[in-house]
């Protein structure tokens, strides 16, 4: 069985790290502004994945706790030097807090999860969650996992497929999957499927 982590795919952003967090991508304002109205005021926030720190800098502009966090060195320093704040480096599979954060924001990040392990990352973060916390996430979608022109392992899942990974307990009602056009680093079309999911 592979690791929850795909080694090629963090060399990579090792590797582009300048390149990655120096191209001023902007916040993800629809989604991160849906989000937040979810949260209490003020409330503690875990960001996955954070790339070069843009949207816990809107987080923090905003009132929220937030704790900023990515899986690669090197990113996580561009992102302290940006946000003037440590950076965690954490890999999804070291996520061991329980009813700890309001809110957990991963955007484009838990993709790259092999999919025989998504489940249990996305178990490690229903955990960290406080009752009634909010968890959104955002994934390419697809059929089959693969690899993109750069390497990068994706899980592509489809809808029907990411709903059976977040399963049917602890969540309260269902999980909210929307889908949308857009692209990414690779300048590709993409199909984004984005999920909102409160722990019960």
């Known amino acids: ?3 929850a982590k795909d080694q ?8 582009e790290a300048e390149t990655y967090t120096a191209r001023g991508q902007p916040a993800s304002r629809h989604r ?3 989000f937040m109205a979810r949260l209490p005021a003020g409330g503690r926030v875990l960001e996955l994945g954070c790339g070069a720190g843009q949207d816990s800098e809107t987080m923090l502009a905003e009132g929220f706790d937030v704790t900023p966090s990515d899986g ?23 996520i061991d807090e329980i009813d700890a954060y309001d809110g957990v924001w991963a955007n484009a990040c838990l993709l790259h999860v092999p999919r025989e392990h ?3 990352i996305i178990s490690r973060v229903q955990r960290a969650l406080v009752r009634g916390g909010v968890f959104y996430a955002s994934f390419k979608a697809g059929e089959a996992e693969g690899r993109d022109r ?10 029907e497929w990411l709903a059976g990974a977040y399963g049917d307990r602890g ?30």
């Open 171 to 200: 969540w309260n009602g269902q999980i909210e999957i929307t889908s949308r056009r857009g692209s990414g680093y690779d300048r590709q079309p993409t199909d984004w499927l984005h999920v909102f999911a409160t722990k019960a």
């Open 150 to 159: 750069f390497g990068r392992y994706y899980n592509y899942p489809s809808p």
């Open 72 to 94: 690669t060195e090197a990113i996580a320093a561009a992102a302290a030097r940006r946000l003037g704040r440590t950076v965690k480096v954490l890999l999804f599979d070291d």
């Open 118 to 120: 998504l489940p249990a």
């Open 32 to 34: 991160l502004h849906d």
């Open 1 to 3: 069985m592979r690791e």
């Open 8 to 15: 090629e795919t963090i060399r990579f952003y090792s590797n």
